[in-house]
């Protein structure tokens, strides 16, 4: 079993940067992981996502350029930079993360979700 909790979220201005963090409280060195968000009233959607080596990323083409997912397999964490925020970009976001060794980029495939945290960019 895997818990994943995120961290990091808050209100800031357009332009701004946020950091967010998913610490996990079991290894998961083998495992692919990623970010969704969900807008009130819209569905949950793809953010970016990484390899269990963190050699692969993959993003929406909304957030490329401007967002950074990374991770610490020795520290069982997650990030997602998140620089020149639009107030598009306001959402709940989510970590996942499923054993696989191919990046994972649809919701339903992932079997391990944290509780959200709060972004909210402000015009």
């Known amino acids: 079993q895997v818990q994943l909790v995120e961290s990091g979220g808050g209100l800031v201005q357009a332009g701004g940067s946020l950091r967010l963090t998913c610490t996990a409280s079991?290894?998961?060195?083998?495992?692919?992981m990623g970010w969704f968000r969900q807008a009130p009233g819209k569905e949950r959607e793809f953010v970016a996502s990484?390899?269990?080596?963190?050699?692969?990323?993959v993003y929406r083409d909304s957030v490329k350029g401007r967002f950074t997912i990374s991770r610490d397999n020795a520290q069982n964490t997650l990030y997602l930079q998140m620089n020149s925020l639009k107030p598009e970009d306001t959402a709940v976001y989510y970590c996942a993360a499923r054993q696989s060794v191919v990046v994972i980029i649809t919701p339903r495939e992932y079997n391990y979700w944290g509780q959200g945290t709060q972004v909210s960019v402000s015009s």
């Open positions: 079991g290894r998961t060195s083998n495992y692919a």
């Open positions: 990484i390899s269990w080596t963190g050699g692969r990323t």
